[in-house]
């Protein structure tokens, strides 16, 4: 029987085998038929180093498979060739007519598809497919690539990239880059929100057009200060945006890439901050004002008040100590009421001009070195008389450590006063009220404690408050103005010192403070 045969072999499109022959498909494919072409079909196929397939597109049959195939999906290669090429394709079939008509679309001759492995992996792939002719059967012979890695490096680098976007968003914060080599401009999605101009190809002069022409030739100099010198780039400019005219504040910061030749940086709106910080400048200026007008108000309240209250007080002792007649009981009752509520008066007065003038900077320690238990013992003359109203005893203890301080004494006297009269203020009537003194590292201790009222935990932090009475003291019994404490606070913290209280609701309380020795 004559067996002549005709081959044709192209090897960039299509192969084509034709023969006049008993033999089967596999035998031509396997090179078993033709010896002289066994050769070349194992080194183009069989034991090339790609994974390639053979695929019958009217059945989907996989009609062979090379050995790099066979150790990739990890079947043998009777068990690749016995396969549906859906079976190892984890797409749809409307999936995979989606991707070939993006493949022609997009005019590639590669697709993209899922396969599995013997042992159950999904792998995304790259598949090269082309038509090849074998005795007179259309198959086709496609190259598979693995392309997961890459694929999720892609996806990471478009998550983070949306990451950049969003937060850039949220920062209203815009990148931008400058080409110095080709003179384009790439920017972000927010830096073009921000300059107000739509998506396209920007030249370096296109986007210099932008902030208002006063800026330019700053912008220039800090440009080429940060080429030329390395000097930081970090300015702010007003642009007039293109979009709708509205003028912007922007602030600015870039680096030179110098093996690039590229400057690289961010831009971001702060119109809104720089209003917020003018408006905060504006009430600071208008608060200051009110400052000011308070502290004329004030200096002149203290002369207009504490003349008429002198008068007053001293007029009132002057018939108490019935210089000018005797008085009935009722006469002395009566002007003893206008002496206590005139003293009362003024020591609010003094204690407002005080609060006043330590907010205001301008209250001034006057040092002076005095002994601490001469002091304390000054304060408990003036506070014995309140103590003994309500029959309470008062107890001072002073450690033999305790010398002298350097000090303002008129200031550590009153911060004692307060402490004390506020002491037996909140104490039942013969209660206990203690002052003790200690001297420990460099500083001088002095502890009030009493029998009194007490505390809550919630109220603590609010005691030192100007004009704060805390609501379970708020009672005509208690009453007062609340700057007693606050003053107590502001004085110690002048001396460099802290101040603090422990206390319990029915067991009293105890306020200390700190102050230093100071140079003797």
Partial sequence: MDRSKKSSYSDGGKHSYSEESEHTD?????????????????????????????????NSDIVDANVAASMYYGWSREEIKQKKIYEINTLSPGKVRLEMKNAINEKRNYFLFKHELANGDIRDVEVYSSPVVINSRNLLYSIVHDITERKQAEDELKTREMQLRTAQKIGRIGSWQFDLN????????????????????????????????????????????????????????????????????????????????????????????????DALLHGKMVAEAANRSKDEFLATMSHELRTPLTSVIGFSDILLDEMFGSLDEKQKRYVSHISSAGNHLLRLINDVLDLSKVEAGKMDLRYEIFSVAGAIEEVRTFISPLAMDKNITLNIEVDEQVDKINADKTKFKQILYNLGSNAIKFTPDKGNVSVSARASDNMVQVCVKDTGIGISEKDINELFQPFRQLDSYATNEYAGTGLGLALVKKFVELHEGRVWVESKVGEGSTFCFSIPSGKL
């Fill in 182 to 277: 080709s003179g384009k401009v790439v920017a972000s999605e927010e830096a073009l929100r921000i300059y107000g101009v739509p998506p396209q190809d920007f030249s370096i002069p296109d986007i210099q057009k932008i902030p208002l022409p006063e800026y330019r030739p700053m912008l220039d100099e800090a440009l080429r200060e940060l080429i030329g010198e390395n000097v930081p780039y970090d300015v702010h400019f007003k642009i007039r945006r293109p979009i709708d005219g509205a003028i912007r504040d922007i602030h600015s910061i870039a680096e030179y890439h110098q093996e690039r030749n590229a400057v690289i940086g961010t831009i971001q709106d702060i119109t809104e901050q720089k209003l917020a910080e």
């Fill in 26 to 58: 596999e035998d031509y494919i396997a090179g078993n038929h033709f010896p002289e072409m066994g050769d070349t079909y194992r080194s183009l196929f069989e034991h090339n180093k790609a994974v390639m397939l053979l695929i019958d597109p009217v």
